[in-house]
């Protein structure tokens, strides 16, 4: 793995406005985007926009756009990558590198990039390791040329630039072997699952940063890694839960997010099958966040592509505390009452719902008690002869 240091590199951001998109909506994405990029080391020193009816097929921006960013670039040569908010095709990366002369990465190579950084087991790097060679396969031709001095830095994590030169026969010959590697642990994982019993399986689902791991240590008692950035966990954590001498199974999954590529999820299929295999979803949203209505729509057709859109579901709305709406008239930020706030998502949703704040411990037993009534729920259709306390 190549070294670098965090925090040294200097990005632009670049993100397009489609048709009939709000401008707010604009706003909210690259403000994600710049969320990644802090995440992954980097510091953002200057964002570009532009409007388009169609993307353009050698740059996916606009020539005129193209051109404002390579004078900007001029004038500061402390620049070192571009990154862009949506998927850009290799043609399209490699005639902005040579316009550029530097790193040009989109938003499924940043994600790559934090993931490579973040996977702390043998499983997971092997994981996000077949991941970024499916993603740098078609890229290969032509990359990097301008990097041979580079000792590193955001984007060439992971696989290094000695395997990103070698030739497509041998990289396929890698993603072969790296497929065959995840076979063979997701046989062991099935076994595993297996040989936990008969106990009902709860996991918990959501937009990355939502505090799945923060409830996940209110719940069940334990130490997992929880931090205020994006996709803090990605390996598959499972413990044992018992509530009023009720026992389940409580596991913690990678968030899910806008734009998150299909070949990323089938990379990351073991560690989704918890989800999938799960007899309840423990949906947690961040209600603090101005786009968290846009976020449970996100994870609810993540579900529906794994096929768990189905399964009975908890929603959790998670950072009460931090919630608050514009008060139109005062023009300031006032708190909604948690009784107005659960009236107006009861009326609109057909699954229960908690509202908590996991890092005050707000609403925790009334969190403990709901769920310990769903998983009983699900104990009793499994066992319809077996009486649950």
């Known amino acids: 793995m190549i070294e670098r240091v965090r925090g040294k590199e200097k990005a632009i951001l670049v993100g397009i406005g489609h048709k009939d998109q709000p401008k707010e909506q604009l706003t909210e994405y690259l403000d994600e985007l710049t969320m990644l990029c802090h995440t992954a080391g980097a510091t953002p020193v200057k964002i570009f926009t532009q409007n388009l009816s169609r993307f353009d097929p050698a740059f996916l921006i606009g020539s005129g756009k193209v051109k404002e960013i390579q004078a900007y670039i001029e004038e500061h040569k402390e620049v070192d990558l571009v990154i862009f908010d949506d998927e850009l095709s290799p043609s399209q990366q490699r005639n902005l590198e040579a316009e550029f002369k530097r ?3 989109d938003r499924t190579g940043l994600i790559l990039d934090i993931f490579a950084d973040r996977a702390q087991t043998a499983y997971a790097k092997t ?8 993603y740098l396969l078609p890229r290969l031709m032509g990359m990097w040329t301008h990097l041979e001095k580079q000792r590193g830095g955001i984007g060439l994590r992971g696989p290094g630039e000695s395997e990103i030169e070698t030739d497509r026969r041998r990289i396929r010959k890698r993603i072969a072997l790296l497929r065959d590697r995840l076979v063979d642990v997701d046989r062991q994982m099935t076994t595993q699952r297996r040989n936990r019993g008969q106990l009902i399986r709860v ?3 959501g937009y990355t940063n939502a505090g799945k791991s923060t409830i996940m240590n209110m719940l069940s008692h334990s130490n997992v890694f929880a ?3 994006l996709f803090a966990t990605l390996d598959t954590t499972v413990r044992k839960v018992t509530f009023d001498n009720t026992t389940f199974l409580l596991s913690d999954t990678v968030g899910f997010i806008r734009k998150l590529p299909t070949f990323l999820i089938e990379s990351f299929k073991s560690t ?17 966040h101005p786009s968290f209505e846009e976020h449970i729509k996100i994870v609810k057709q993540t579900l529906t592509e794994l096929k768990c859109a189905d399964k009975p579901m908890l929603t959790v709305f998670n950072k009460m ?3 608050r709406i514009q008060n139109e008239e005062e023009d300031e930020m006032v708190p909604l009452s948690l009784e107005g706030f659960k009236n107006s998502f009861i009326q609109k949703s057909h699954e229960p ?3 908590v704040s996991a890092a005050n ?3 925790v037993e009334e969190l403990r008690s709901v769920l310990l009534s769903e998983v009983r729920k699900q104990y009793s259709v499994r066992y319809p002869y077996m009486v649950v306390n």
């Open 353 to 355: 719902c908690v509202f």
């Open 103 to 105: 790193k040009i990465l």
């Open 127 to 134: 994981q996000v390791e077949l991941a970024q060679y499916e």
């Open 361 to 363: 411990r707000t609403n």
């Open 321 to 323: 505390d931090l919630y």
């Open 272 to 288: 989704l099958d918890e989800v999938r295999e799960a007899d309840l979803l423990l949906h947690v949203v961040d209600v603090s």
């Open 203 to 205: 996991s918990l689902v």
């Open 227 to 229: 931090e205020n950035a």
